[in-house]
Nanobody, 116 residues
């Protein structure tokens, strides 16, 4: 059974930090793992992705503030979010893409709220 389970969301003040985790199970040969977010009334957007070799990309709005990392042995991806802003408020989703057939699997999301 395929599962992606996100954790670490919550309420944080502007300028604060949060660390999201996503553990994948039941998926063979994951290539890329990543984080996406969807704010109220907006489309889902890519935040950051990382390949199994450690190559990462970020959306411009989070560069220098967010860091994606990965533990391949645990099929787990992390998102360290620093210097957070109210615009970072969204539901954050984890995605895993398989190496073969490029199948995508999504987590159910975790809510992040940045507010004073």
């Amino acid at each position: 059974q395929v599962q992606l389970v996100e954790s670490g969301g919550g309420l944080v003040q502007p300028g604060g930090s949060l660390r999201l985790s996503c553990a994948a199970s039941g998926i063979i040969s994951i290539n890329t793992m990543g984080w996406y977010r969807q704010a109220p009334g907006k489309e889902r957007e890519l935040v950051a992705t990382i390949t199994s070799s450690g190559s990462a990309i970020y959306v411009d709005s989070v560069k220098g503030r967010f860091t994606i990392s990965r533990d391949n042995a645990k099929n787990t991806v992390y998102l360290q979010m620093d210097s957070m802003k109210p615009d970072d408020t969204a539901v954050y989703y984890c995605k895993a893409t398989t190496r073969y057939a490029s199948m995508d699997y999504w987590g159910k999301g975790t809510l992040v709220t940045v507010s004073s």
